[in-house]
C-alpha cells in the first residue's frame, strides 16, 4: 500500500510540473501511519479483534479492500486538485499529527 501511495506523487508532478503542498502532506501523514503500523504489528495479532474472530471473513476484507480503497482515496484526490498551503498552515498541523501518530501505542 505505501507504494500505492508514493506513486501518486508521479502523475501530478507530470502534469503540473512539480508536487503540491497538499500531496506531500497526505503522503507522508499516511506514510508515518503505515510505518507505524508495520513496527507495531505484531502487537495487532494480539488485540480483541484478532483473538475474538481469528481473522474473520470482515476483518480479511477490510484489510485487503476497504483500507487500500480507503487509505489512498485522499492522494488520489490531491493529484487532480493540487493545492498550495501557506507555511504558517503546514507546520503547526503536521508536526503535532506525526508525532501524535507515532506516540500512540
Request: hydrophobic fraction near 45%; proline fraction near 7%.
Amino acid at each position: 500500500m505505501q507504494c500505492c501511495i508514493i506513486e501518486t506523487l508521479s502523475p501530478q508532478y507530470e502534469q503540473i510540473g512539480y508536487v503540491s503542498d497538499a500531496l506531500l502532506i497526505s503522503v507522508a501523514v499516511q506514510l508515518v501511519y503505515l510505518t507505524k503500523f508495520y513496527i507495531w504489528e505484531t502487537g495487532y495479532l494480539w488485540t480483541i479483534d484478532i483473538m475474538h474472530d481469528r481473522f474473520g471473513y470482515y476483518i480479511c476484507w477490510g484489510v485487503c479492500s476497504w483500507v487500500p480503497s480507503l487509505y489512498t482515496s485522499p492522494a488520489m484526490y490531491w493529484v487532480s486538485h493540487p493545492t498550495a498551503f501557506l507555511p504558517q498552515v503546514r507546520g503547526p498541523t503536521d508536526v503535532p499529527f506525526i508525532a501524535l501518530t507515532m506516540s500512540n501505542k
